[in-house]
């Protein structure tokens, strides 16, 4: 039986993915996190249970070299997710100096580890790369990347960051492509949980352009397992991977499945179209996901159904 620890960092680690992937993570004995956050989005509810002893949060940016080394320079981590990000469609267009200040951190990450003790670093892309898309469903190695706005620039730009390194410096990389994640841990800033609290409060919900942009969710358990599975089986090396449901469904269908679950006398209210960043169509090639992960995804009912389950979702928009 193999007993050796596992020293992994996960930056972002108190955002929506960052903080669930961290939750799987501490189950396993073998692993010892250090969860990285800056708190500009993320939030200390998101980190692990407080039962699991084997890991700890450090406060801290990892656009800011000073911070970042000094957490990767006293530690021999072996494996480093990068999910920090500037993220949210209305943040990142408010904010594009700061989604490009994330540029930094991938080369802070890369430089660290690269002549340390890691042995593979995962990067957290997005579906945002692909941009207004010419095919569907959007595949890994064949659909063009047509990103215009910051925030998918930089992803874009963060993966030839980490591609770059393997062919440089030999540092293995997988990256993931996350497609719409959702779950309790999820703030109001982006579509599922905004509906939800809006539902919940019988308010209207609100849906910018026509609501014919279709979308595909995909419940944060699968997102999470699959990242797990290919971590703990080496799959995906120097890869890169779409990690999403491909179940189509439109911005005003899912805020009509949202009102029937919840019983709600909310209504749809349309706003104008957004200028930039709210693409038509998102659909994504998913064959690698559903290997790995081996069996049916949960549907957005059924997420939408354990969401309106979970007490750390209502305690947090209540």
């Known amino acids: 039986m193999n007993t050796h620890k596992r020293k992994i960092l996960i930056t972002g680690g108190a955002g929506n993915v960052g903080g669930a992937l961290a939750a799987k993570l501490v189950q396993n004995e073998r692993n010892e996190l250090v969860i990285v956050d800056d708190l500009s989005t ?7 249970d407080a039962l699991f002893e084997n890991w700890k949060f450090i406060r801290a940016d990892v656009n800011n070299f000073l911070d970042i080394s000094a957490v990767m320079q006293s530690q021999q981590f072996d494996y480093v997710f990068h999910f920090a990000a500037v993220v949210g469609v209305a943040r990142t267009q408010a904010n594009p100096i700061a989604v490009l200040n994330d540029i930094e951190g991938f080369r802070h990450i890369l430089n660290l580890s690269k002549n340390s003790s890691v042995k593979h670093v995962y990067f957290s892309s997005s579906s945002e790369v692909y941009g207004e898309p010419v095919q569907l469903p959007q595949h890994e190695h064949t659909t063009p990347l047509n990103s215009r706005v910051p925030y998918a620039v930089v992803k874009n730009v963060g993966e030839s ?3 770059s390194y393997w062919q440089v410096y030999n540092l293995p ?12 841990g999820q703030s109001t800033d982006f579509v599922v949980s905004r ?9 209207d ?12 969710f995909t419940y944060v358990d ?6 797990n599975k290919i971590f703990e089986n080496g799959l995906m090396k ?4 779409n990690i999403g449901n ?17 019983g709600s006398s909310s209504k749809i209210v349309y706003l104008d179209p957004l200028k930039d960043g709210d693409m038509t169509r998102r659909q994504p090639d998913n064959s690698n996901m559903k290997t790995i992960l081996g069996k049916p995804l949960i549907t957005v009912e059924d997420g939408i159904r354990k969401m309106l389950q979970s007490e750390k979702f209502l305690a947090s928009i209540s």
């Open 238 to 241: 120097n890869d890169v991977i």
């Open 246 to 262: 491909d179940e189509l469904l439109s911005v005003k269908e899912l805020a009509e499945v949202v009102i029937r679950l919840t």
């Open 205 to 216: 919900i609100t849906i910018y352009g026509d609501g014919l942009q279709t979308r595909t």
């Open 161 to 163: 960051f980490f591609r």
């Open 173 to 184: 990389y997988t990256i993931f492509r996350f497609f719409n994640t959702y779950g309790p």
């Open 222 to 227: 699968d997102t999470v397992e699959v990242c």
């Open 42 to 48: 993320g939030m200390m509810a998101k980190l692990p």
């Open 195 to 203: 509906f939800l609290a809006a539902a919940l409060r019988g308010q």
